[in-house]
């Protein structure tokens, strides 16, 4: 199973970030696997986002839940992200993993005016 991450690398503050999750490999709807959304800002450790299962369910933490949705598309295969109003905090690699132990590459992101 592989999965790449793709969006923009620029966004700027008060904008919506918006990556997606390609999988390839295997199904998103296949028992117990799911979409999970971390990220790394410079410097700093692994944050978890949020994540959505097999079943279509959503998980968000906390902290982001009030600016954070992820979504999916089973036809073809990918799960979306999207983070509102980003502030230059927002700056991070995203990761796309899953409970499986797959991982994207990652990608850079920069918010910045």
């Known amino acids: 199973v592989q999965l790449q991450e793709s969006g923009p690398g620029l966004v700027k503050p008060s904008q919506t970030l918006s990556l997606t999750c390609t999988v390839s490999?295997?199904?998103?709807?296949?028992?117990?696997?799911a979409c999970w959304w971390v990220r790394q800002p410079p410097g700093k450790g692994l944050e978890y986002m949020g994540?959505?299962?097999?079943?279509?369910?959503?998980t968000y933490s906390p902290s982001l839940k009030s600016r954070t949705s992820i979504s999916r598309d089973t036809s073809v295969n990918q799960c979306t992200l999207q983070l509102n109003s980003v502030t230059p905090e927002d700056t991070a690699v995203y990761y796309c993993?899953?409970?499986?132990?797959?991982w994207g590459q990652g990608t850079q992101v920069t918010v910045s005016s």
């Open positions: 993993t899953s409970p499986q132990g797959y």
């Open positions: 490999g295997g199904s998103i709807t296949t028992a117990y696997y």
């Open positions: 994540a959505i299962d097999w079943t279509g369910r959503t």
